[in-house]
C-alpha cells in the first residue's frame, strides 16, 4: 500500500475516532450553538438550501409566497408535521350592508382553535350593529373611531357608555347588546368570541325574533293595537343606517338615569394603561379578570415590539393563544414538541394561533413597531418564561442541560421580559 493511502487512511481514523469522542455532550453543544456535527453553521445549510434546494421552476403564486417566505424557504429548524396557524382577515368573505360591514374567521379557518373566534366590522358614522344577543361571551377591542355600546343586565339596569380607539368591552352570552357607530367616522372592531365555531351571521336579533312572532301576540305583548305593528321589521336588519345620537348624558337620562344605570362596567380603557410590563424591547399590557373583572373568560394583551425586538421564548399553561396583529411585520416560529416545529409570517390584520402549552416567540421583522393582540379564553392571563426557568433552576442543572459554563449562564436574564429588545 502506497504511503499517500496509508496517510489517508491514518488521517480518517483519527476523524472518525476525534468526532466519536466529542460525545453526546459536545455533540448537544455543537446543536445548541447552531453547529452540526460536520461542522457546518446552520446558516451555511440554510443559504445552501437558498441556493439550489428550495429552486422552483413550476408555478407560484407569487403575491401569496411573498405574504409568507417562512413557508416558501422555511428556517433549518423547521420541521415535521405542524398544521398552519396563520389565517387573515382579508381572505375572508366580507358581508357588506348599508351602513357597515363585518368578516369573520373561525375555527373553520384555523381548525385548531376550538376556543375562539374572531370578528372584524366596521360601522359608519350612525350606523347600527342591531340589537342582539348571543350564545357566546363577547370582547371587543375598538381599531378605529368611536362607538356608543348599551348592554342590558337581568336585574333590568343598562349600561351605556362611548368607546374610542384602544378601548375594550365584555357582554356576557344572552346580554342584549347594541352598537353604534358616532361622528365623524363611525367605527371599526375585533369582536372575539369563546366559542371556536360561533358565527357572527347566527345571533339573535330584534328585527328577525319579531318579523317570526305572529302580530297578534306581539300586539298582546306589545299592548298596542294590532294595526300599529304593520311597519315592523319583516326580516332581519344586522347593519343599519341611522342618526349619530347625542351626547352620552343625554341619553342615559332619557332611559331613566342612575336608577337604572348598571353598577357593572363592561367597558375598559387598555392602551390608555400604564403598560404592565415595559423594557427597551417594547411593551405588554395586560387585561383579565382582576382588572376588569366583567371579562370572566377573555383575557388579553396588547403587545407592541420595536423593530428588531421579540416577544421572548415562552408559552402560556392555561389556554390556547388566539392572536391579531394590528400593525407592522414579524414572524413566529411554535415549537409542537417531539422534535415539530413551523415558522409563518405576520402582517396587519392577520390572525395567529398558538395551541395550549406549545413554546413560541414573535420577532419584529420590520422597520415599524409590531403591534398585535394576545387573546386568551381564561379568566387570568398567564406565561412561562425560558430564560427566567434557566435562571431558577440550580446553576449546574442549567448547565447540565444546555451545556453552558457559569459565564455563559450568567448572561441569560434572570427575570421574565416579555419584550428582549434586538
Given at each position: 500500500?502506497?504511503?499517500?493511502?496509508?496517510?489517508?487512511?491514518?488521517?480518517?481514523?483519527?476523524?472518525?475516532?476525534?468526532?466519536?469522542?466529542?460525545?453526546?455532550?459536545?455533540?448537544?453543544?455543537?446543536?445548541?450553538?447552531?453547529?452540526?456535527?460536520?461542522?457546518?453553521?446552520?446558516?451555511?445549510?440554510?443559504?445552501?438550501?437558498?441556493?439550489?434546494?428550495?429552486?422552483?421552476?413550476?408555478?407560484?403564486?407569487?403575491?401569496?409566497?411573498?405574504?409568507?417566505?417562512?413557508?416558501?424557504?422555511?428556517?433549518?429548524?423547521?420541521?415535521?408535521?405542524?398544521?398552519?396557524?396563520?389565517?387573515?382577515?382579508?381572505?375572508?368573505?366580507?358581508?357588506?350592508?348599508?351602513?357597515?360591514?363585518?368578516?369573520?374567521?373561525?375555527?373553520?379557518?384555523?381548525?385548531?382553535?376550538?376556543?375562539?373566534?374572531?370578528?372584524?366590522?366596521?360601522?359608519?358614522?350612525?350606523?347600527?350593529?342591531?340589537?342582539?344577543?348571543?350564545?357566546?361571551?363577547?370582547?371587543?377591542?375598538?381599531?378605529?373611531?368611536?362607538?356608543?355600546?348599551?348592554?342590558?343586565?337581568?336585574?333590568?339596569?343598562?349600561?351605556?357608555?362611548?368607546?374610542?380607539?384602544?378601548?375594550?368591552?365584555?357582554?356576557?352570552?344572552?346580554?342584549?347588546?347594541?352598537?353604534?357607530?358616532?361622528?365623524?367616522?363611525?367605527?371599526?372592531?375585533?369582536?372575539?368570541?369563546?366559542?371556536?365555531?360561533?358565527?357572527?351571521?347566527?345571533?339573535?336579533?330584534?328585527?328577525?325574533?319579531?318579523?317570526?312572532?305572529?302580530?297578534?301576540?306581539?300586539?298582546?305583548?306589545?299592548?298596542?293595537?294590532?294595526?300599529?305593528?304593520?311597519?315592523?321589521?319583516?326580516?332581519?336588519?344586522?347593519?343599519?343606517?341611522?342618526?349619530?345620537?347625542?351626547?352620552?348624558?343625554?341619553?342615559?337620562?332619557?332611559?331613566?338615569?342612575?336608577?337604572?344605570?348598571?353598577?357593572?362596567?363592561?367597558?375598559?380603557?387598555?392602551?390608555?394603561?400604564?403598560?404592565?410590563?415595559?423594557?427597551?424591547?417594547?411593551?405588554?399590557?395586560?387585561?383579565?379578570?382582576?382588572?376588569?373583572?366583567?371579562?370572566?373568560?377573555?383575557?388579553?394583551?396588547?403587545?407592541?415590539?420595536?423593530?428588531?425586538?421579540?416577544?421572548?421564548?415562552?408559552?402560556?399553561?392555561?389556554?390556547?393563544?388566539?392572536?391579531?396583529?394590528?400593525?407592522?411585520?414579524?414572524v413566529m416560529t411554535v415549537f409542537a414538541s417531539s422534535g415539530k416545529a413551523r415558522t409563518m409570517n405576520f402582517n396587519a390584520n392577520?390572525?395567529?394561533?398558538?395551541?395550549?402549552?406549545?413554546?413560541?416567540?414573535?420577532?419584529?421583522?420590520?422597520?415599524?413597531?409590531?403591534?398585535?393582540?394576545?387573546?386568551?379564553?381564561?379568566?387570568?392571563?398567564?406565561?412561562?418564561?425560558?430564560?427566567?426557568?434557566?435562571?431558577?433552576?440550580?446553576?449546574?442543572?442549567?448547565?447540565?442541560?444546555?451545556?453552558?459554563?457559569?459565564?455563559?449562564?450568567?448572561?441569560?436574564?434572570?427575570?421574565?421580559?416579555?419584550?428582549?429588545?434586538?
Amino acid at each position: 500500500m502506497s504511503e499517500q493511502k496509508n496517510a489517508e487512511l491514518h488521517a480518517g481514523e483519527v476523524n472518525r475516532r476525534n468526532f466519536l469522542g466529542l460525545g453526546a455532550g459536545a455533540l448537544a453543544v455543537a446543536a445548541f450553538t447552531g453547529m452540526s456535527a460536520e461542522g457546518q453553521s446552520r446558516e451555511t445549510m440554510q443559504k445552501g438550501r437558498e441556493d439550489h434546494s428550495a429552486s422552483n421552476p413550476g408555478p407560484v403564486n407569487k403575491a401569496l409566497a411573498d405574504e409568507n417566505p417562512s413557508s416558501e424557504l422555511p428556517p433549518i429548524t423547521d420541521k415535521g408535521d405542524v398544521r398552519p396557524f396563520w389565517y387573515s382577515f382579508d381572505l375572508s368573505h366580507r358581508r357588506v350592508q348599508e351602513g357597515g360591514w363585518t368578516r369573520q374567521v373561525t375555527q373553520r379557518d384555523l381548525p385548531d382553535s376550538t376556543d375562539l373566534a374572531g370578528v372584524n366590522m366596521r360601522l359608519t358614522a350612525g350606523s347600527y350593529r342591531e340589537l342582539h344577543w348571543h350564545t357566546a361571551n363577547e370582547w371587543a377591542y375598538m381599531i378605529y373611531g368611536k362607538a356608543r355600546v348599551t348592554v342590558l343586565n337581568p336585574d333590568g339596569t343598562i349600561f351605556i357608555d362611548d368607546v374610542e380607539k384602544g378601548d375594550l368591552w365584555f357582554f356576557p352570552a344572552g346580554f342584549p347588546h347594541s352598537i353604534q357607530g358616532l361622528g365623524p367616522d363611525g367605527c371599526e372592531f375585533l369582536l372575539v368570541f369563546d366559542e371556536g365555531l360561533f358565527s357572527e351571521y347566527q345571533t339573535f336579533l330584534i328585527s328577525d325574533w319579531v318579523a317570526h312572532t305572529p302580530s297578534s301576540v306581539l300586539a298582546k305583548n306589545f299592548k298596542l293595537p294590532q294595526a300599529q305593528l304593520a311597519a315592523l321589521p319583516d326580516d332581519e336588519l344586522y347593519i343599519f343606517p341611522g342618526k349619530i345620537p347625542g351626547s352620552l348624558e343625554r341619553d342615559k337620562q332619557a332611559v331613566g338615569g342612575k336608577a337604572v344605570e348598571s353598577t357593572v362596567s363592561y367597558t375598559f380603557k387598555l392602551e390608555a394603561m400604564p403598560p404592565t410590563k415595559e423594557t427597551e424591547g417594547g411593551s405588554a399590557r395586560v387585561v383579565d379578570a382582576r382588572n376588569f373583572p366583567a371579562s370572566k373568560t377573555v383575557a388579553a394583551a396588547l403587545v407592541r415590539v420595536k423593530p428588531g425586538a421579540m416577544r421572548e421564548l415562552h408559552w402560556h399553561p392555561n389556554a390556547s393563544e388566539w392572536q391579531y396583529y394590528l400593525s407592522g411585520s414579524g414572524v413566529m416560529t411554535v415549537f409542537a414538541s417531539s422534535g415539530k416545529a413551523r415558522t409563518m409570517n405576520f402582517n396587519a390584520n392577520d390572525v395567529g394561533f398558538v395551541p395550549a402549552v406549545a413554546g413560541h416567540y414573535i420577532e419584529n421583522t420590520g422597520d415599524s413597531d409590531l403591534v398585535f393582540l394576545e387573546i386568551f379564553k381564561s379568566a387570568r392571563f398567564e406565561d412561562f418564561s425560558l430564560n427566567n426557568w434557566i435562571r431558577r433552576i440550580p446553576p449546574e442543572m442549567a448547565m447540565a442541560h444546555l451545556n453552558l459554563n457559569e459565564q455563559q449562564l450568567k448572561e441569560i436574564p434572570s427575570e421574565k421580559l416579555e419584550i428582549i429588545a434586538g
